[in-house]
């Protein structure tokens, strides 16, 4: 009764003081809630340490790009205020690995979660840091010069953000693994490494763009200028949600093919 209590308390502080920190939208809230509840409830610390690691980290940081930079957020669909998508695309899928695990305990589960979480911190880290500062940014697909924050574009600076990003996550959860420390870091850096690149592949072929039908910039977003924008490449229900969702689960299971190979 206690822990279910405990849970609870923790799930409604976590969300109240993302909300009021203007980390999350109020919907954003109520998902982080939902996760909470499970990630907490059924995980205990050793689950919930890396995806509130992320979480805490990621969304200052993007309020300190969004005060570097904040024109980038043209380009993006929404801005540094998370929504309930944007938090079940991070972390859905580390969501109900942590309900698997609870019916079939098993240490390869919490490895594919704590690289599906590294995966969407590097995939986040990549962005916020890649357009912090002003640095040529390419096509993931071609190398062609492309604008900071296009989909599927990469730089120098970003994708060591993106590294750094899965490092700390891969740190702060040593103390949960049974697994050799190296090899650890090992499965899971790499893991988030290749995560982060089918992110920006999926971002560059098929994630939905649209170009403004006023201002003419190419956007995410399906309405810019208070009018719809017109779709010019990717398709329409391929959204960044969508695409960071799908690169979590690949970075996950990726550490499982690691783990087959070595």
């Known amino acids: 009764m206690s822990h ?30 939902m996760l909470a509840i499970f990630i907490y409830g059924i995980g205990g610390l050793r689950w919930t340490t890396p995806i509130l690691t992320f979480f805490i980290l990621s969304s200052i940081l993007s309020k300190i790009r969004k005060n570097k930079n904040i024109l980038v957020d043209e380009l993006f669909d929404k801005n540094s205020k998370r929504d309930a998508m944007q938090v079940f695309s991070n972390g859905g899928f580390g969501c109900l690995l942590v309900i698997i695990n609870y019916f079939i305990p098993s240490e390869l589960l919490f490895i594919v979660f704590v690289s599906s ?3 969407v911190c590097a995939d986040t880290w990549s962005t916020e840091i890649g357009t912090m500062f002003k640095t ?52 899971v850096v790499s893991s988030a490494l290749f995560g982060n690149i089918m992110d920006s592949i999926l971002g560059a072929l098929f994630q939905a763009q649209f170009k403004c039908s006023r201002c003419g910039i190419i956007t995410e977003r399906k309405k810019h200028c208070s009018s719809d924008s017109i779709l010019v490449k990717g398709y329409l229900w391929m959204n960044n949600d969508f695409v960071n969702f799908t690169a979590s689960i690949l970075g996950g299971l990726f550490s499982i093919i690691f783990l087959l190979l070595k």
């Not at 900071?148 to 990469?154: A, E, P």
């Open 136 to 187: 040529k940014t390419f096509n993931i697909t071609n190398f062609s010069s492309v604008m900071q924050g296009t989909s599927g574009g990469i730089s120098f600076v970003g994708t060591a953000g993106g590294i750094a990003g899965s490092i700390i996550i891969c740190l702060i959860s040593l103390g949960y693994t049974y697994l050799n420390y190296f090899s650890f870091v090992l499965i």
């Open 4 to 33: 279910i209590l405990l849970t609870i308390v923790f799930s409604v502080l976590i969300s109240i003081l993302s909300y009021k920190l203007k980390f999350l939208t109020k919907s954003g809230a109520v998902a982080v809630f």
């Open 117 to 119: 979480i590294a995966t």
